[in-house]
């Protein structure tokens, strides 16, 4: 049992939900969890599962060309032009997978926050009185970032959104969809020694060892298909 911590790969706003999507759908056994950090190939914004897409070009800064892809996790909006991203998948045989989701938002949201402190950056969470009775956990149905939600990470000074995440469940386990905003921290933040930091606290929380892994091998023909999918205005306007 272990927490497969996998390369970075950079890839379009399609490219990168569709091996999100496939990193839970596709595991090669039940005892390993898996993280990434990735990058985009330009700039990019993805908005959640169940967003209508006229609200979503509401959104969309005007006069700039981005990639723009429906996420397979729900939440709101995210702009991804200057955050961290990340993907963390759990296997449905870990307890984790049976928790509410206000729980494992609030546990990896945690790890997040106390990776940050390490470093010397303040960063809490959102207290859950701020909740409302009929918000999701996670990304509310608007746009992230804009404000936070319960067990969001915040500056404890200006209250400012730090980190948000959106979430799926399924069969096969959970996917977390995570987005760390740069600007919300210090600009000297070391990002390798985060990384680090933060799998390490992750694998505590989830009682496996962390180990780095090389790529897994998923089909490229599935990749390809499920990019194309993700890509097709067929998937981005269904609603």
């Known amino acids: 049992m272990q927490l497969d911590l996998l390369p970075t790969r950079t890839g379009s706003a399609a490219e990168n939900m569709a091996v999100d999507f496939l990193l839970l759908q596709r595991y090669p056994t039940q005892t390993h969890a898996r993280f990434r950090h990735y990058d985009w190939h330009r700039p990019s914004f993805t908005f ?117 995440a959106a979430q799926k469940r399924s069969r096969q386990g959970l996917l977390f969809q995570g987005s760390i905003a740069r600007k919300a921290v210090s600009p000297q933040l070391d990002w390798e020694t985060f990384e680090t930091l933060l799998t390490a606290r992750l694998a505590q929380v989830l009682g496996w060892p962390a180990t780095t892994c090389a790529w897994p091998e998923l089909s490229e023909d599935e990749i390809s298909a499920l990019t194309e999918q993700y890509s097709s205005a067929a998937w981005n306007a269904f609603r």
């Open 48 to 164: 959640g599962y169940s967003q209508p897409l006229a609200f979503v070009h509401a959104q969309l800064p005007a006069g700039e060309t981005v990639e723009l892809c429906r996420r397979p996790t729900g939440g709101g909006v995210v702009d991804h032009r200057e955050d961290w991203t990340y993907a963390l998948v759990i296997p449905h045989n870990h307890s984790l997978h049976e928790e509410r989701a206000t729980e494992s938002y609030r546990l990896v949201h945690a790890c997040i926050a106390e990776s940050l402190n390490q470093l010397g950056e303040p960063a809490v969470l959102q207290p859950p009185a701020e909740k409302k009775a009929s918000d999701p956990a996670g990304c509310g149905p608007g746009v992230c970032f804009t404000k936070a939600e319960p067990f969001d990470v915040i500056h404890p000074q200006t209250l400012a959104k730090i980190a948000g």
